[in-house]
């Protein structure tokens, strides 16, 4: 599996200068690791543990941009437009 720079994907998204932990971090550090695993579960078809932690890990993600959608719209929508998530 490849591995990813958590600290750059924390300051890409994040709202203000302290922030790692808002809603918007979440999303993006979440969607850097699936696209990863997704990578990974390509080439290894049958490694049923690591799509399972995928499965958790979409799941994760779709509430907490559930929530970001109930919160604070504009945020949401900027936030799927910049991460090129799906509705």
Request: charge should be positive; avoid cysteine; hydrophobic fraction near 35%.
């Amino acid at each position: 599996m490849a591995i990813y720079d958590k600290a750059s994907v924390i300051s890409e998204n994040r709202i203000n200068d302290k922030d790692t932990g808002s809603a918007d971090v979440q999303v993006a550090i979440l969607t850097t690791r699936i696209n990863l695993l997704t990578e990974h579960l390509k080439k290894s078809v049958k490694d049923h543990s690591s799509r399972r932690g995928l499965i958790t890990m979409v799941s994760k993600r779709r509430k907490l941009l559930d929530y970001l959608n109930r919160t604070d719209k504009t945020r949401y929508e900027n936030l799927i437009k910049k991460l090129n998530i799906r509705k």
